[in-house]
């Protein structure tokens, strides 16, 4: 149930993200376009709401069953999709 809820979750959280992106991909390359402030604070509260599931619940039962080096890994392949540095 669990992981079918963050599954879930990723999927509304990617479709409000492709909207937002959409529109700072126009503003970045001149074009005109606005943030819509509802879909932007939908995302922050999506987002917020998701992280703290996994946090609280899925990363304590993850840490249980699953070494360093597994746990690491999630976190490299987040980090290579958004493009940013992995601290070590």
Same mark, same amino acid.
């Given at each position: 149930m669990?992981? $079918?809820k963050l599954q879930r979750e990723h999927g509304e959280i990617e479709r409000v993200w492709r909207e937002i992106r959409a529109r700072l991909e126009k503003i970045t390359h001149g074009e005109p376009a606005s943030?819509?402030?509802l879909t932007a604070n939908l995302f922050a509260a999506l987002y917020r709401a998701?992280?703290?599931i996994e946090e609280a619940n899925l990363?304590?039962?993850a840490a249980m069953l699953l070494d360093a080096a597994q746990?690491?890994?999630p976190g490299r392949c987040m980090a290579r999709?958004? $493009?940013t540095a992995v601290r070590a």
């Open positions: 669990l992981i $079918g943030l819509n402030e998701h992280i703290a990363f304590p039962l746990m690491a890994k999709r958004r $493009g």
